[in-house]
């Protein structure tokens, strides 16, 4: 069974920094291309981020550019968001979600989310 | 950015009523289409891909169809168990958008 399981969530200051975790189980984590989407309260779906297999294709929505860095260890069956520079419209649930193994696949399955809160 | 907007944004139905969503992309897509359920309170949940392809697991009352810039996700008969929000979301190129969202409430 594909678990997908998110971590580290929680409140920070505005500028702050936060590490998310994504825990993979259930299959072969390295052969699938994995994503992080994110729902503010009340709001719609958002894609956030996108990484390979291999790590050798990397990309960001333009609201996160250039303060979140999306990255996974194989060896670990993880998958990770680094956040920096937070801001009050961060604030949302932030789910790791698993495609299929090209860069045009979809997402087949979701993680339950972890909450994230950017606020003074 | 490719633009997906789905219609109606909300609707009510009863149980046993057959219910269509419809979601149109600002520009063609191909068939990289997918479906996703999401109850209050909870992760989504993947029904349908490749525009009409049902996802392991999801009962055979979803369907999907369409192709270049029209979608219809279809439930042949509804259940309590259905209401929820579904979102459409292409992924045929970068970044991948979604759906604004329909709610699909019990009349």
């Known amino acids: 069974e594909v678990q997908l399981v998110e971590s580290g969530g929680g409140l920070v200051q505005p500028g702050g920094s936060l590490r998310l975790s994504c825990a993979a189980s259930?299959?072969?984590?390295?052969?699938?291309?994995m994503s992080w989407v994110r729902q503010a309260p009340g709001k719609g779906l958002e894609w956030v981020a996108y990484i390979s297999s291999s790590s050798s294709a990397i990309y960001y929505a333009d609201s996160v550019k250039g303060r979140i860095t999306i990255s996974r260890d194989n060896a670990k069956n993880s998958l990770y968001l680094q956040m920096n520079s937070l801001r009050a419209e961060d604030t949302a649930v932030y789910y790791c979600?698993?495609?299929?193994?090209?860069?045009?696949?979809?997402?087949?399955?979701w993680g339950q989310g972890t909450l994230v809160t950017v606020s003074a | 950015d490719i633009q997906m907007t789905q219609s109606p944004s909300s609707l009510s139905a009863s149980v046993g009523d057959r219910v269509t969503i419809t979601c149109r992309a600002s520009q063609g897509i191909n068939n990289y289409l997918a479906w996703f359920q999401q109850k209050p309170g909870k992760a989504p949940k993947t029904l349908i891909y490749a525009a009409s392809s049902l996802q392991s697991g999801v009962p055979s009352k979803f369907s999907g169809s369409g192709s270049g810039t029209d979608f219809t996700l279809t439930i042949s008969s509804l259940q309590p168990e259905d209401f929820a929000t579904y979102y459409c979301q292409q992924y045929n190129s970068y970044p991948p958008t979604f759906g604004q969202g329909t709610y699909v409430e019990i009349k």
């Open positions: 979600a698993r495609a299929r193994t090209t860069v045009t696949s979809p997402i087949e399955y």
């Open positions: 259930g299959f072969t984590f390295s052969s699938y291309t």
